[in-house]
Structures are given as structure tokens and as C-alpha cells.
């Protein structure tokens, strides 16, 4: 089992960075594929981006292509999501997860292929 704790968030003038980092806890993190997810007001979770086990393989949603980086340090049992170029519609929740995966190079986009979830952290971009 893992523990998911998000950080990072924060408000933020559009067109500005941030840089959400999730730390894991226990010893084999690097067994899971890692995802970012957000949950906006009234809406649905919706997929961010998603990085494989051994950081070679990532995926982006279109709307944060170009703009958003997800990463990983192992060593650290912490993912990260920069984002830069942010614009109100960013506003939302954001959620790590992790999904454990046999295989190094596996990474998933849909909420039900993730076995855990932090707590979120708020991002909110000013217009």
C-alpha cells in the first residue's frame, strides 16, 4: 500500500507556474505508474498527465499539452507536475495517483486504473 500527499498548490496570475509535487510513502514507489488528475467545480475528475514507472513514457491530456510536465525522482518517492502558462480554466483540484504495474514502461490515463489518491491540492489561476 501507498500514501499520497500533494503539495504545492496555490493561487496564481494567469500566464504564471506552479509546481505540484506528490510524495509517496513506502518503499516501492517506484513499482507504480504515477497519474495527475484535477476536478474542477461541478465537473469530473478528468486525466492530467501520467508518467511509467521508470520515468521513459509520459502522457498528457491535449489541453495542458505544451504547457505541463510531469516527472519523476525515485529516489525521492515524489512525482512532480510543473505547470507553466496557466489560465483560469487550470482552476481545480489536483489529485496524484498510483497504479501498480509490472510492467516499467505502463502508464494509464483513466481514473479506474489508479489504485490510490492523495488528498488534492487547490490550484487556482486568476484572470
Known amino acids: 500500500q501507498v500514501q499520497l500527499v500533494e503539495s504545492g498548490g496555490g493561487l496564481v496570475q494567469a500566464g504564471g507556474s506552479l509546481r505540484l509535487s506528490c510524495a509517496a510513502s513506502g518503499r516501492t514507489f517506484s513499482r507504480y505508474a504515477m497519474g495527475w488528475f484535477r476536478q474542477a467545480p461541478g465537473k469530473e475528475r478528468e486525466f492530467v498527465a501520467a508518467?511509467?514507472?521508470?520515468?521513459?513514457?509520459?502522457y498528457y491530456a491535449d489541453s495542458v499539452k505544451g504547457r505541463f510536465t510531469i516527472s519523476r525522482d525515485n529516489a525521492k518517492n515524489t512525482v512532480y507536475l510543473q505547470m507553466n502558462s496557466l489560465k483560469p480554466e487550470d482552476t481545480a483540484v489536483y489529485y496524484c495517483a498510483a497504479r501498480q504495474t509490472p510492467r516499467y514502461s505502463d502508464y494509464a490515463t483513466g481514473r479506474h486504473e489508479y489504485d490510490y489518491w492523495g488528498q488534492g491540492t487547490q490550484v487556482t489561476v486568476s484572470s
Open positions: 508518467i511509467s514507472r521508470g520515468g521513459d513514457n509520459t
